[in-house]
């Protein structure tokens, strides 16, 4: 199990929700390789409106339902492990935002594994 306290860097990474990697969904393959890496955790939260680079609106309002609203993957670990993933962010995210900063990490507990 990943021991985390402390310093630690935050990578945040705004892809579109129909962004597809090898018929997956981009967020799906990061959080997957993320896990593969041995990376402390990765979490997708899913946007309710916003606009990027490209300044189209996405909403999930009724009347303009947009089926490719903001999607959000988070991940934290040390610096040296968040840095070494980087290259692979690269790779997957073609359009989007990838951010990079500093966090402290105050409780990191998992579940006891079922025996």
């Known amino acids: 199990m990943t021991r985390l306290t ?3 860097r935050r990578v945040t990474i705004f892809v579109g929700e129909n962004d597809i990697w090898h018929h997956k969904p981009v967020y799906t393959e990061i959080v997957h390789r993320a896990h593969k890496a041995g990376l402390a955790g ?6 309710i409106e916003g606009f990027g680079a490209s300044s189209l ?3 999930q309002r ?18 040296e492990r968040v840095r070494e993933f980087l290259p692979q962010l690269d790779e997957l995210v073609a359009e989007g935002l990838v951010i990079l900063d500093d966090c402290e990490v105050i409780r990191y507990v998992g579940r006891e594994k079922a025996k």
């Open 57 to 59: 609106i996405h909403t």
């Open 6 to 8: 402390g310093r630690a």
């Open 42 to 47: 990765a979490s997708v939260f899913r946007g």
């Open 62 to 79: 009724l009347l303009s339902l947009s089926e490719d609203l903001p999607v959000a993957v988070v991940i934290v670990d040390s610096e």
